[in-house]
């Protein structure tokens, strides 16, 4: 992915921290393998933020709900949510409704609804963050104007406590710290390489943090 001007240089610093095959923001620029589990639609043959030209946006919060059910792996959720995240990017009030509906799931407090709503809101700061990007500004500023104060960390963090020794959690816990602060990454990093034996997505996946 080309970044030219579309992060501060700061960012690109710590974007440095993952994989150097995997330069661009971690949560948006690379696919996560999920295998033969289900998603939302994609096309994965155009640009990496390109979904299915015919997908029916006011579907997608329906969609992305049935989706990320109690049993769905993290790493589905993960590839799930960066699909959604990229569909919302095109419509302001479908990114609002969105970010809306995961974060009210949240307050149920089930580890994998605070997981949700916080790697939504962090998934979305990420495309904010590339309003430079010239293929990409209109809609990083359909992002920033519906983002707020969303705090995602505070809901990622709340949901690594509810399950400290998940290496997906802490291999998600990763990606968004790669952005922020370089300690927290390495330490979320080496907690998901020592679990990656017992996971076989996170397996397919962990060359991210590399």
């Not at 769905?72 to 699909?83: A, F, Q």
Request: hydrophobic share 50%; charged share 20%; aromatic share 6%.
């Amino acid at each position: 992915m080309r970044l030219r001007h579309a992060i501060p240089l700061g960012a690109l610093v710590l974007f440095a921290t993952v994989s150097p095959a995997l330069a661009g923001p971690p949560l948006l620029c690379h696919p996560f393998d999920i295998g033969s589990a289900r998603s939302l639609p994609w096309d994965g043959t155009n640009a990496w933020w390109q979904g299915k030209a015919d997908y029916e946006l006011q579907n997608l919060v329906a969609d992305t709900e049935a989706l990320l059910t109690p049993s769905t792996p993290v790493i589905v959720r993960m590839e799930t949510l960066r699909r959604a995240a990229l569909y919302a990017s095109l419509d302001s009030k479908v990114a609002a409704n969105l970010l809306t509906s995961l974060t009210s799931r949240a307050n149920a407090s089930s580890m994998t609804a605070l997981f949700d709503a916080g790697y939504l809101a962090e998934t979305y700061k990420q495309i904010a963050m590339l309003r430079g990007e010239r293929e990409f500004a209109k809609r990083a500023d359909t992002i920033a104007g519906v983002l707020g104060k969303a705090d995602g960390l505070a809901m990622l963090n709340k949901a690594i406590t509810m399950r400290p020794d998940d290496a997906s959690l802490q291999f998600a816990a990763a990606l968004v710290a790669a952005t922020a602060d370089r300690s927290a990454y390495r330490a979320h990093a080496d907690k998901a390489r020592k679990g990656v034996a017992q996971d076989a997505l996170l397996a397919k996946n962990i060359d991210k943090i590399s």
